[in-house]
């Protein structure tokens, strides 16, 4: 009987250690599943970042090409501002030139009406008094003329 019974404590503690075997082994088991698991989820997010690298990517593919659209656009407008800036200057050039010939042809021509009205002054006298040449004319004619 003894031989029995160390047989049964011996498949008792064999039993003992299978079962802490396979609860060991389970343990293992649903670590193992919640790793891979855990493994799937960060590839489905790998996936994505490189999915929204690659649109960033194209983004900014599209951005260079607008900006670079504007720089040229803004240089072609700029050179054009630039050109109209110096017609601007040239013609403010050329109103300045154009008011001081109109001022030099206005000085002319109060000479000329000034002239005039001596002209009409000294007919006035001949024919009033009948002498061609008044003292005060003849002054004006030797100073002006």
Request: aromatic fraction near 6%; proline fraction near 1%.
């Amino acid at each position: 009987m003894e031989r029995v019974e160390i047989e049964i404590v011996s498949i008792k503690e064999a039993t003992k250690i299978h079962e802490e075997l396979r609860a060991e082994l389970n343990d293992h088991k649903t670590k193992a599943e919640a790793l891979r698991f855990k493994l799937a989820k960060e590839k489905l997010k790998t996936a994505q970042l490189i999915e929204s690298q690659k649109m960033i990517e194209q983004h900014n593919q599209t951005l260079d090409v607008a900006n670079n659209f504007l720089s040229r656009n803004n240089l072609i407008h700029t050179e054009r501002i630039g050109e109209l800036q110096n017609q601007i200057d040239r013609a403010a050039t050329e109103a300045h030139l154009l008011r001081i010939e109109a001022r030099q042809l206005g000085d002319e021509i109060m000479k000329y009406r000034r002239s005039l009205d001596n002209t009409d002054l000294f007919l006035k006298v001949i024919a009033n008094k009948g002498c061609a040449f008044s003292p005060i004319i003849y002054q004006f004619f030797t100073i002006n003329f």
